[in-house]
């Protein structure tokens, strides 16, 4: 082994992100959660109108133009809002600003696997608490593990299941360090926790316009929370860390509610028609307030599915890990989408040839 790496990360696995197939290639892509329909109309003006002079010049460095949008779209000040490269950035940034060797990160299992992977690079302690059967917050148990910081994403990945706000409150007020809860799928849910940044300064909630304004490639995301949290995640960020172009598209995309509003709509009208027919199939299907669903085969063969769709070019996502292995993931597409997924598990045998077991 060389010495170029920290020991820490010489020891720790790379995150792995859902298969991404080279473009062109013709798969119905139901593994990382995308949105199926295209980025709002006018956002995609702005981007076909992109003044050289935006991108000769720095970028302004807190995302001014798209701070004031989010201010106005949700009604909080805009010094309470921090943008970031991808909420996957503000993930980071908090974990670099708060949490060193020693101090320790917490979260309910299973969840988002990025957030270990951060806490890994920052070589810091790990408590992670396994949610029940019911995805019931094990509030004692995150309380008393008392974390620097505690990740709750709410609506969470994979399970797709939303924490109710009482037990976040609870969490944030019995807590010393601070409670990030991750709304990435907020736009698909039936509540929030945004309330909470007003009551509790260790609370910050992070968004992104990867999910609900299908602007995953763009990378733009933002938190909200009181200015004396975000005084020091703004130390520890990048000095130019939004790029005029994400800044100018992403501040039409999140302008264009009623757009959004109607891309959402389709979204759960479809999730609702997948989880029937899937039913009607013998999957096991969790409620969902995302844009995708958290399913059981009847055989619990899920690695076998996952094989057999990816070979007729359907990727869902599936979890080799100890709770999920018998699971899938998959994403919410457009309807023609979902019915050749429908038909396609329709075909395949439900009890695998011995020669195809795997
Ligand atoms: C997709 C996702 C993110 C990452 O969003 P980006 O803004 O694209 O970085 C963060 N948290 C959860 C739970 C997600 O599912």
């Not at 909420?87 to 101090?103: F, H, K, M, N, T």
């Not at 608490?129 to 019911?134: G, I, L, T, W």
């Amino acid at each position: 082994m060389t010495n170029y790496f920290r020991s820490n990360v010489d020891a720790m696995a790379s995150y792995v992100p859902g298969e991404q197939p080279q473009r062109g290639t013709q798969f119905i892509k139901l593994n990382s959660n995308e949105n199926p329909y295209p980025p709002s109309p006018a956002a995609l003006a702005v981007l076909q109108n992109i003044d050289g002079e935006w991108l000769r010049r720095y970028p302004e460095p807190f995302g001014g133009e798209f701070r004031q949008a989010v201010s106005q779209v949700l009604g909080v000040p805009s010094d309470w809002i921090i943008v970031g490269n991808g909420s996957d950035e503000l993930l980071s940034v908090v974990i670099r600003a708060c949490v060193e060797p020693g101090r320790r990160v917490v979260y309910p299992m299973p969840t988002y696997v990025l957030y270990r992977t951060l806490v890994q690079i920052q070589n810091a302690d790990i408590t992670e608490v396994v949610y029940s059967e019911d995805y019931s917050l094990p509030l004692k148990e995150l309380i008393a593990a008392n974390g620097s910081v505690t990740f709750i994403a709410s609506p969470n990945s994979p399970s797709g299941h939303i924490v109710p706000i009482e037990d976040l409150r609870k969490l944030a007020s019995q807590l010393s360090g601070v409670l990030v809860i991750d709304e990435a799928y907020v736009d698909f849910a039936e509540e929030n926790a945004l309330a909470l940044v007003k009551e509790y300064e260790n609370v910050i909630v992070i968004r992104t316009l990867s999910k609900g304004y299908s602007l995953a490639g763009l990378r733009l995301g933002f938190g909200v929370a009181n200015p004396k949290l975000l005084h020091g995640l703004f130390k520890v960020k990048d000095s130019y860390n939004i790029d005029a172009i994400a800044c100018a598209v992403g501040t039409a995309a999140i302008t264009d509610q009623a757009y959004k509003n109607a891309c959402v709509a389709k979204i759960k009208a479809s999730r609702i028609q997948l989880a029937t027919d899937l039913k009607q199939l013998g999957f096991r299907v969790w409620d969902s307030q995302t844009n995708f669903l958290l399913v059981q085969p009847p055989q619990g063969n899920a690695e076998y599915l996952y094989q057999k769709l990816k070979e007729q070019r359907i990727l869902i996502r599936y979890f080799k890990q100890p709770g999920l292995d018998d699971k899938l993931r998959i994403t919410i597409g457009t309807e023609e989408q979902n019915q050749t997924l429908v038909k396609a598990l329709s075909n395949l045998p439900i009890f695998p040839d011995e020669s195809e077991k795997i």
